[in-house]
């Protein structure tokens, strides 16, 4: 008989474990994992250098970063935030640096410090790691016991409490469905766009600052995409700023992950296939783009327009834009018509792009949906259907953008979910 058993060998549930073990070291504890390793996810986040969180900001500030999740988090985040979560890994031994954007990495730049640890503290803690574990049944106390029992790929095993930290798993969704949880409807976040346009072709790899802007790529009526633009305009869920990289397929860098995750719902409805507007040169918008080329004009009359460069871009992309708006190569400003310079400020603060698809950036790869979060007891992370059973990490209906901030997500709550593991155990 365990105390309890944790769901999952990912970041939820090693965190949720360790602190469990580390408020009550006498519990028996176990972590199954279905895999053949641990910790798959830390081991590719961030490149491989896990990205374990994001610099401390307000809990109000922090929360912004989850399309999903948002309201729900400040509460905990005000118990265990980011600064704890550095203070936590940095007692295990763990040297951390933070990145000008803000993301915490270990000064090693290699995730397998943060497993280390991790697998360190485990063993250090005595708590039990399983592999090639799969659950397939989750039955909860009946009115005689007062334990839970899983069926495992080697049997049954018994627990006082359960963690499921399973991450994304449609087959453990499932058994929670089937234990009376709503389950939100799963749909991709965190993925890049594929885009066909010759405005774009042979620029991979230039990156630059830009705005970006999501449209329905039909006229938005009364039908279930336009429902779902309104709304999803409505909470500001459709543009971003950022980085943005010029790829092979398409386009990604963060100002793209980002807006991925922020209209996934919207994104999945309209099937990957909408209008993206994008402002190269964010600091301007189309009027004062307009003045301010109007004033590149006549002081650069005699130069070539392509040459010139009238705005900090990478010279292949502004001659790229220079030629959509018409403008030939051996063109001088002084030539140039009043047409073409309204096509060059639109290419340059308004740019439409047709996006027909995703293509899932793997290293960050996340779901939008999961265990509905009114079943949830953001307190404790118990199941507020049953007494016993916690949650944590990506099986809840929380998502965050790119940066630490998924991450963040599953060190809170299984640090919380092991706070009421350790009180509901106690006897009364």
Known sequence: MYDLLVIGGGAAGFYGAVHTARNAPALRIGILEQGKQVLGKVKVSGGGRCNVTHSPAAPEVFARNYP??????????????????????????????????????????????????????????????????????????????????????????KARRILVASGSSKKVWDMLSGLGHTIVSPVPSLFTFNVADSRLQGLQGLSCEAKLEIFPDIPDGQNEIGIYYRHAKKAKQLQSEGPLLITHWGLSGPAVLKLSAM??????????????????????????????????KQADAAQRVEKSRAVSLPGRLWRRLVEASGITPETRWAEVSREALQLLCKE?????????????????????????LKQLNFKSFESKIHPGLFL????????AVTGGFNFQNAWTGAYLAAQGIVESLKPD
């Open 68 to 157: 999903r999740g948002s309201r729900e988090l400040i509460g905990p985040f005000y118990r265990h935030g980011s600064s704890e979560v550095m203070a936590f890994f940095e007692s295990l031994g763990v040297s951390l640096k933070t990145e000008d954007d803000g993301r915490v990495f270990p000064v090693t730049d290699n995730s397998q410090t943060i497993i280390d640890h991790l697998l360190g503290e485990t063993s250090r803690l005595g708590i039990e790691v399983h592999t090639q574990k799969k659950v397939f049944e989750i039955s909860p106390p009946g009115p005689e016991s007062d334990h839970w029992e899983l069926q495992t790929s080697s049997g049954a095993m």
């Open 263 to 296: 209209a996934a719902r919207f994104l999945e409805k309209a099937h990957y296939r909408f209008a993206l507007r994008i402002n190269w040169v964010p600091q301007y918008h189309a009027d004062g783009m307009r003045s301010f080329l109007e004033g590149v």
């Open 348 to 372: 340059l603060t308004a740019g439409e792009f047709r996006i027909h698809g995703k293509s899932t950036f793997k290293e960050e790869f996340v779901t939008a949906g999961g265990v509905s």
């Open 392 to 399: 944590a990490g990506e099986v809840l209906d929380i998502d």
